[in-house]
């Protein structure tokens, strides 16, 4: 079976992808904790910018993953930089940020980058999910996940209370990730 | 007289820092159009990353600046990504993201970061001005510089309204300059 070098510093995303991953046959996720630097750029970008970083360090076929969490109001925004938003402003400071925009409508997206190697061309493959922010009234204070305010289509409870294995059959992640299957299984190599 | 290779893709911001240096006889700037990445990170930390950067393609001693914009309601946000806000919101998105905040003050920051050349440690000389958010009645539509909505500590008009000869000699881009002419003065180089 084919091994694929999964680089991430963030234990949550490597525990998740490895539940959506558990009944795969066509690779061997292998973890590598390195923290790497995030371009101010578009979701793409940075994740392409990541690839090619890790597939240097690691000398091999190497696989990232980024989140952008966009307000439809804010066209973008925070996007890529979800996780400073989030630092700086919580998820109240989230919701209030939109206060005056009626438009509660957001999209969370998946972009997982792969590559053979270093030198080699960058595969995309993105998930996406469409949602409403949600204040919701049992918010724990210190709440640091954006899913606790994302409640996504078709369903009346947010992203944080569904079930892992629920939520790990729909979500964004799950959708950038079987692509990334498809693709392998179907590739050559 | 000592020459320093300022980089920088903004030509607005070199013209103002020209303008502010006309009486400098410490040094002589050579401008370099080189657009450069920029980290997701603090504005300090994306600063001394561009000038490492700067340093290492031009070989020689080098200066870039970075402006971070900081509302005080939003923790340091849009700080450095002020750029991207006003590309994704534009200045009437800045004024509606704070509209269930009654503090409207806000910072602005200009970070010069300096090396001597290629692997030589990097100084950093920071200037700040306080001031407020207003949204002014004739704001010019499309209008895309944040000046427009910061009215500084102890003046009646925004930044955009004063005469640039009346604001190089207050901006917090005038007071990083002034230390950095400073250490290059006492420097023994």
Chains 1, 2 share one sequence.
Not at 15 to 29: D, G, P, Y
Request: glycine letters at 4%; one cysteine or more.
């Amino acid at each position: 079976m084919k091994t694929i070098n999964f680089v991430t510093s963030n234990l949550l995303k490597l525990q998740q992808v490895q539940a959506i991953l558990r009944n795969n046959t066509t690779f061997k996720l292998v973890h590598h904790p390195l923290e790497l630097p995030e371009l101010q750029a578009s979701l793409d970008e940075i994740a392409i910018n990541k690839c090619i970083t890790a597939a240097t360090i690691i000398g091999d076929a190497v696989l990232v993953e980024d989140t952008a969490f966009t307000f439809n109001s804010l066209n973008g925004l925070p996007g890529p930089y979800i996780k400073t938003f989030i630092q700086q402003i919580g998820l109240e400071g989230l919701v209030r940020i939109l206060s005056d925009f009626e438009d509660k409508t957001a999209v969370a997206t998946s972009t997982f980058a792969y590559t053979e190697g270093p030198n080699q061309p960058v595969k995309l493959f993105t998930g996406t999910m469409n949602g409403t922010i949600t204040q919701s009234s049992n918010m724990p204070e210190n709440q640091t996940n954006w899913q606790s305010i994302f409640q996504p289509e078709g369903y009346h409870i947010n992203y944080a209370m569904m079930e892992e294995d629920q939520k790990n059959k729909i979500s964004h992640r799950y959708k950038a990730l079987m692509l990334l299957i498809d693709y392998l299984t179907h590739s050559t190599i």
